[in-house]
């Protein structure tokens, strides 16, 4: 385990702020800085309980501070009608927990902030700096689940849980451009590293017990191209697909399934698994029975580094995260963490060799360096961590943040 020093550790502090020259005059067009010169690599990490998005500076590691992102929460819950409330109450349930912030992501210029707000069924934009709510869309069902933002940022891909279908919505307006169809109880939203393909995932029904994993509904990731939406090819699981990632050349996806201890690499071209990696379990995981893992993950949490030579994949149900190498796929290294602190996310820094860990019953991000598989440092945010996602803000976007942790 980490010393309590480490536990509490953000990088030296004083690294100064990027201050734009003034300058007299009229620049020719040519000359004049660019926005993306004076951006700052944050980490977006939305705070499930807590209803907030905390922003992390990732060359210092030090919590910028936060952004409530349901202000409107009890408006929300007085507009629910009869049904409405009836899923509300039935997703938080089946969760075990009120999920307020799902999944999120930033606009490439640094200025808007776009979230699925799980149980509240929908997905907002805030102007981060003025923290207005820009819009708001209304998802079809009972649960907006996981995101993605198009590279250019003109849409935001969100699924629609009890639905089984992907939204696409126009980030300018927050109007639905067009959706669908995925497997039972889509999940991810992950575009391939080109942004031609866009990869859904669906894990189907959670609330049923493993015996009855047939009756789950399908459990495939569904591949779309990434201009029209249109269909191109499925593919399908015997158990839910969780976190995934996919290598440049769009061939290999490595991805954690329900009730694996691991993982597995799958050849997306033959469409089928070659290899599968199991984890070991800690010792209060192998006492726990698979219809006790949260959601039907054991593991959930994978990232692969800037060179595609490691993953980072967290064991959620064990406690730790490891770094494996490819691909030999052979461990390098485990950070073990407290018992029950529940690693649920895993997402690669813009340097490429961190990767940021998501501790959710600790309220805590750890940071793993895949060039050692050690802990660098440990970071307080809000209440129930999990989604984290590489972004950057503006100078004016960072002043406005709450200095508080979470």
Not at 375 to 400: M, N, W
Request: aromatic share 8%; hydrophobic share 40%; net charge neutral.
């Amino acid at each position: 385990m980490p010393s309590r020093s480490l536990r509490r550790r953000t990088a030296l502090l004083g690294v100064a702020v990027l201050a734009a020259t003034a300058l007299s005059g009229t620049l020719p067009a040519q000359a004049e800085p660019t926005q993306a010169a004076v951006l700052r690599d944050v980490m977006a990490v939305g705070n499930g309980q807590g209803g907030t998005v905390t922003f992390i500076d990732t060359a210092t590691y030090r919590n910028l501070g936060s952004i409530n992102v349901v202000p409107d929460l009890q408006e929300r819950l007085d507009s629910m009608s009869i049904v409405e409330r009836i899923g509300y109450e039935a997703v938080n349930a089946a969760q075990g927990y009120r999920k307020l912030v799902d999944d999120m992501a930033v606009s490439p210029d640094g200025t808007t902030l776009y979230i699925s707000r799980g149980v509240l069924s929908d997905a907002v934009a805030f102007d981060i700096a003025t923290k207005k709510m820009l819009w708001r869309h209304k998802t079809e069902g009972f649960k907006a689940d996981h995101a993605a933002l198009s590279a250019d940022g003109t849409q935001f891909i969100v699924s629609a849980t009890t639905a089984s279908k992907a939204e696409v919505i126009d980030t300018a307006t927050g109007e639905l451009q067009t959706s669908f169809a995925t497997g039972t109880y889509p999940h991810a939203n992950d575009y391939s590293p080109d942004g031609t393909i866009l990869y859904n995932s669906s894990i189907g029904i959670t609330s049923l017990p493993k015996l009855l994993n047939g009756l789950k509904g399908s459990r495939a990731v569904t591949a779309v191209d990434a201009k029209t939406f249109k269909p191109l090819r499925t593919y399908n699981f015997e158990y839910g697909i969780r976190p995934a990632v996919f290598t440049r050349d769009n061939k290999t996806m490595y991805a954690q399934l329900s009730y694996l201890n691991g993982f597995v690499e799958y050849d997306l071209a033959a469409g089928k698994i070659t290899r599968t990696v199991q984890l070991p379990f800690s010792d209060k995981a192998a006492k726990m029975k698979p219809d006790d893992y949260p959601q039907n993950s054991a593991h959930h949490g994978m990232a692969m580094n800037a060179g595609e030579s490691k993953l980072c994949v967290a064991g959620t149900i064990d406690d730790y995260v490891s770094i494996v190498s490819r691909p030999g796929l052979t461990t390098d290294g485990t950070v073990t963490y407290a018992t029950d602190a529940l690693p649920y996310w895993t997402q690669t820094s813009p340097n490429g060799h961190d990767c940021f860990v998501s501790l959710a019953e600790d309220d805590q991000i750890s940071v793993v360096d895949y060039r050692t598989a050690e802990e660098v440092a440990r970071i307080d945010v809000g209440r129930f961590p999990q989604r984290e996602r590489a972004a950057k803000l503006t100078p004016e976007a960072v002043a406005s943040l709450n200095p508080a942790k979470g």
